[in-house]
């Protein structure tokens, strides 16, 4: 989120998934707080690529890049001792947010996560010691990569069943978080199902219509469909 006024993306954007216009009054007000609260971008960066080696203090760093949650998402391993700094990648107790947002609404960030857990599972020794951004280091990174594909997995099937009438972004927040959601984290929620529909959408296993209001209305592909 950038400083300066809401962008009429952004309304576009909250209007499809199904916000009420008190919702996006608020969400305009609001906007560029967030910007208001950390540093702004830089200027100029160096560029932390997959495999790359950095030293620490005379440790060497292999880089290991992530995404889903960001498009790219830089993980740190220390390969003498199997030390793995996760930063958000992988959290101990819960899943890291997903989510499509205005900037980009037709991204597949729950596909690159879904990857990027792959890629882990496969690199990572399951003795790592995983230093994550949020809750304490934790051992056993294998039983924790599963159980994450496992829960965005079932959240999928649950949204599919509520698909099976046609159904708002906002409509599958059940789905997606198995609770109700309130407006105080509504833009987390609504960009999180998004990602979860956009998934589905590019499997070819779920489909949307935008009515005269704006708003999208998703449905699930009958199995005819899919082999039509």
């Known amino acids: 989120e950038e400083a300066g006024d809401a962008p009429e993306d952004g309304e576009r954007y909250y209007r499809a998934a199904g916000w009420s216009e ?7 007000k609001d906007y560029g707080g967030f910007a208001k609260g950390v540093s702004a971008m830089p200027r100029s960066y160096l560029r932390l690529s997959d495999e790359d080696v950095i030293q620490i203090d005379g440790d060497d760093w292999t880089v290991v890049v992530g995404s889903g949650h960001s498009p790219e998402h ?7 001792d199997d030390v793995f700094i996760s930063g958000d990648q992988i959290l ?3 899943s890291s947010n997903v989510s499509v947002w205005p900037t980009e609404p037709e991204a597949d960030p729950l596909g690159d996560w879904m990857d990027s857990l792959e890629k882990l599972r496969r690199l990572l020794p399951d003795g790592a010691f995983i230093l994550p951004s949020h809750g304490e280091p934790f051992l056993g990174v294998h039983a924790r990569l599963d159980a994450l594909k496992r829960g965005h997995e079932t959240a999928l099937k649950r949204l599919e069943r509520t698909l099976r009438q046609p159904s708002r972004v906002i409509d599958g927040f059940p789905a997606v978080f198995g609770r109700a959601v309130g407006d105080g984290v509504l833009g987390m929620a609504t960009g999180e199902a998004q990602a979860h529909l956009n998934y589905l959408e590019k499997r070819g296993r779920a ?6 209001n704006g708003v999208d209305w998703w449905t699930a592909v009958k199995r005819d469909e899919e082999t039509t």
């Open 22 to 28: 008190a919702q996006i009054d608020r969400w305009r």
């Open 74 to 80: 830089v993980c740190l391993w220390r390969r003498s």
């Open 92 to 94: 101990p107790r819960i």
């Open 207 to 212: 489909k949307r219509t935008r009515d005269e």
